[in-house]
């Protein structure tokens, strides 16, 4: 998915190095949000509720492109032996199939984007409420998104990864997660490093989706 989902702004993180600089203890930690949120069993279940639901669409459109190949192949290898109405009316009947399943693939695949994305943002908010009760739990002042190409991190020890410990505890809550009670709006990070906590968007890659057929190519007359 090529949104952030959650990211401590980039100035936190060099407010940290400083802090190291300055010999104090400063605790950090980094976390895979987009593992963790297929890692969860509430996103293993939302994966597979979304694929089943986009499975029988994916089918029904896979065998009406099935068709127009089949009818551009008869184009191709019989064009030249048919009459010109009737390869006028082959060619029409392709343009009209392919026009029609684009409009549905292009239909389908905004409803599913926009079931994906309501569930990856419901998830999301959930996780942040997750990681702000570990990081307040735990002592962390700054917890990095390494999922996120656009967080400043080169390097960062295995020793530090909390991902799992995130989605331990996420598992061990999401009966008493709700979106509207998480992403708390208060400003400040954990353990009271000045700063203002980011808003939660859903990366589209974060959960897996059943292949969709390609769009189809108009017909092109012999």
Same mark, same amino acid.
């Given at each position: 998915?090529?949104?952030?989902?959650?990211?401590?702004?980039a100035a936190?993180?060099?407010?940290?190095?400083? @802090?190291?600089?300055?010999?104090?203890t /400063?605790?950090?930690? @980094?976390?895979?949000i987009?593992?963790a949120?297929?890692a969860?069993?509430?996103?293993?279940?939302?994966?597979s509720?979304?694929?089943g &639901?986009?499975?029988p669409?994916?089918?029904d459109?896979?065998?009406?492109?099935s068709e127009?190949?089949?009818?551009?192949?008869?184009?191709n290898?019989?064009?030249n032996?048919?009459?010109?109405q009737a390869?006028?009316?082959?060619?029409?009947?392709i343009?009209?199939?392919t &026009?029609?399943?684009n409009?549905?693939?292009?239909d389908?695949q905004a409803?599913? $984007?926009?079931?994906?994305?309501?569930?990856?943002q419901?998830?999301g908010? &959930?996780?942040?409420?997750i990681? $702000?009760?570990?990081a307040?739990d735990?002592?962390y002042?700054?917890?990095?998104?390494?999922s996120?190409?656009?967080?400043?991190?080169?390097?960062a020890?295995? /020793?530090?990864?909390?991902t799992?410990?995130?989605?331990?505890?996420?598992?061990?809550?999401a009966?008493?997660?709700?979106p509207?009670?998480?992403?708390?709006?208060a400003?400040g990070?954990?353990?009271?490093?000045a700063?203002t906590?980011?808003?939660?968007?859903?990366?589209?890659?974060a /959960?897996p989706?059943?292949?969709?057929?390609?769009?189809?190519?108009?017909?092109?007359k012999?």
């Amino acid at each position: 998915m090529n949104r952030q989902l959650i990211m401590w702004p980039a100035a936190l993180a060099f407010s940290a190095m400083a @802090v190291f600089g300055q010999g104090q203890t /400063t605790k950090v930690g @980094v976390v895979n949000i987009q593992a963790a949120l297929i890692a969860t069993k509430d996103g293993q279940k939302a994966a597979s509720e979304l694929e089943g &639901k986009r499975a029988p669409k994916t089918k029904d459109l896979e065998k009406k492109q099935s068709e127009i190949r089949t009818l551009q192949e008869s184009l191709n290898r019989g064009g030249n032996a048919m009459s010109e109405q009737a390869k006028a009316e082959l060619v029409r009947s392709i343009d009209t199939k392919t &026009k029609s399943f684009n409009r549905e693939l292009e239909d389908a695949q905004a409803e599913w $984007d926009q079931e994906q994305q309501k569930i990856l943002q419901d998830l999301g908010q &959930k996780m942040m409420a997750i990681i $702000d009760k570990y990081a307040k739990d735990n002592g962390y002042m700054v917890i990095l998104d390494v999922s996120n190409p656009q967080t400043p991190v080169l390097y960062a020890s295995n /020793t530090i990864d909390i991902t799992k410990d995130i989605v331990d505890l996420y598992d061990k809550n999401a009966a008493s997660l709700t979106p509207a009670a998480s992403a708390p709006a208060a400003t400040g990070t954990p353990g009271g490093a000045a700063g203002t906590r980011p808003a939660v968007t859903a990366p589209r890659t974060a /959960t897996p989706a059943t292949p969709t057929p390609a769009p189809v190519a108009p017909a092109v007359k012999k």
